[in-house]
């Protein structure tokens, strides 16, 4: 399997360093795109170690920055023929931030991070995944998005840049579930755009895993408590890593493009009725999300957002 290339961005903790080891096992070239080349260095030891797959690569990649982002890719070429597989894992969500956080290109850092980072870095590796026989992108999506069920949640595309710092307070729940409806409204038009060079576009609702000590250790005191009691019960990350793995080599999946799939691997579909018993239903099960990512509206207005802002196109 080492022709096979796989790319993971955040492959260093959580959920991005359990499906490096999962592809690693199962005999895949991994690139893993990190931030933290000191953390980085040590997890891929760990996993060469452990797999004995030597061909487990590291490249930097900070995913809030346009031009590591470029710097990154142009790397990747440099070294490797083609793409197979390419999993947007990497995420801001900084528990207790308070203040808001501008990227190098002055974009708020939830938005730079998990909406138009993940947005350039795919538009730069169209042509090696194009390349590729079987070519998939997975984006990792989250249950937070159901939050967006509230009529009244809109995303505040007026506050990217933090404009309203001095009128809004800084939410960061709020941020994250935000930019993480934009990038499923970016998937279902990535999708749409890739069909014709035969690249698969779907994301992957998260669901809760056991978060490590360092992130709850962020919290206040209340989530804090809480994240240690759900954390008693909450599965291991590779639950989630089987789950990008699957969608992203089995058959199953293979002619599947433009979805959101959850943690049962079913497909999920936009709600039809958003009140009454059905909202209900629509909370607190894992079969329908919001009716407002599927808004065309809103699809061409973050759509047209993104590639002003990273000077790209599909």
Not at 26 to 38: D, H, K, L, S
Not at 228 to 253: E, R, V
Request: proline share 4%; hydrophobic share 35%.
């Amino acid at each position: 399997m080492n022709d096979k290339i796989v790319i993971i961005t955040g492959a260093n903790s959580g959920i991005g360093k359990a499906a490096t080891l999962k592809f690693a096992t199962e005999g895949y070239r991994v690139i893993m795109a990190c931030r933290n080349m000191e953390i980085s260095k040590a997890v891929q030891k760990e996993i060469m170690d452990t797999t004995k797959n030597t061909h487990i690569d590291l490249i930097e990649l900070d995913v809030s920055s346009f031009h590591s982002i470029r710097t990154f890719c142009a790397a990747f070429k440099g070294k490797y023929p083609h793409l197979d597989i390419l999993i947007n894992n990497a995420a801001y969500l900084n528990h207790g931030e308070k203040e808001y956080k501008l990227s190098p290109e002055h974009i708020e850092l939830s938005f730079a991070t998990n909406t138009f980072g993940p947005f350039l870095l795919t538009s730069l590796l169209v042509d090696p995944l194009a390349k590729s026989q079987d070519p998939r992108v997975l984006n990792a999506c989250t249950t937070n998005i159901k939050h967006f069920f509230d009529p009244n949640r809109k995303i505040e595309f007026d506050n990217l840049r933090g404009e309203m710092r001095d009128t809004r307070p800084y939410n960061v729940y709020k941020m994250y579930g935000d930019s993480k409806m934009a990038l499923l409204m970016l998937t279902f038009k990535m999708a749409e755009v890739l069909k014709s060079k035969g690249i698969k576009v779907n994301a992957l609702q998260i669901n809760r895993v056991k978060l490590s000590k360092e992130t709850i250790n962020k919290m206040h005191s209340y989530w804090r408590i809480l994240a240690w009691a759900q954390n008693l019960i909450n599965p291991l990350p590779s639950g989630m890593a089987d789950h990008c793995y699957h969608i992203c080599t089995s058959d199953q999946f293979k002619n599947v493009t433009g979805q959101l799939i959850n943690h049962k691997r079913e497909i999920v579909k936009p709600s039809t009725t958003e009140k009454g018993f059905t909202q209900l239903k629509n909370i607190f099960g894992s079969s329908s999300y919001p009716s407002y990512g599927t808004n065309p509206q809103n699809i061409e207005l973050i759509w047209k957002l993104s590639t002003t802002l990273t000077k790209t196109t599909f």
